[in-house]
């Protein structure tokens, strides 16, 4: 049997999405640790969006915009009962605001949900959310998002709550 150069590029094509396949459905059953399950997020990874315009351009990328400069890691798995804390360090000028959102909505203060914010200097601030007690309704995707009239940015953050066997 002869294949045509066509035939064999489909054929091993084919081949690759298996393999792929297979390694997100091996990577998506991990079990770490003594009788602690994971769920494994690290299919998703950031995509970069190319500014369309140059007034896009001009906004996100100003000098004086706010940019997040430091913050906490990608995932985060929680223990139920634990807190949980996240931060996020902006510059800009004039001084970035700092707001936090859970799966798209705003946070707003409440008594197991509290923010605590440091100017470190005239253009820097600090911003950690932190909560305490944790429940499985803690779970989820949030962002810091640091604005100023300049510009906005954005960091994103996901957590699951950990069962432990004993």
């Not at 393999?19 to 640790?33: K, P, Y």
């Amino acid at each position: 049997m002869c294949w045509s150069s066509q035939h064999q590029l489909k054929f091993l094509i084919f081949i690759a999405i298996l393999i792929v396949r297979a390694n997100n459905l091996e990577a998506q059953r991990t079990v770490s640790g003594r009788g602690v399950l994971r769920r494994n997020y690290t299919g998703k990874k950031p995509v970069l969006i190319q500014h369309r315009t140059q007034d896009a351009v001009n906004y996100y990328d100003h000098e004086n915009g706010a940019k997040i400069i430091k913050s906490s890691h990608f995932e985060l798995d929680y223990t139920l009962g634990r807190k949980i804390t996240f931060f996020c360090m902006a510059q800009g000028n004039p001084r970035p605001t700092i707001t936090w959102f859970k799966d798209g909505s705003e946070l707003y203060q409440h008594r197991f949900f509290q923010v605590h914010e440091a100017h470190i200097d005239n253009n820097i601030i600090k911003s950690k959310m932190e909560i305490d007690p944790t429940t499985q309704m803690d779970a989820g995707y949030y962002e810091c998002q640091a604005d100023n009239i300049y510009a906005i940015d954005r960091r994103g953050f996901r957590t699951d709550y950990v069962m432990v066997n004993f």
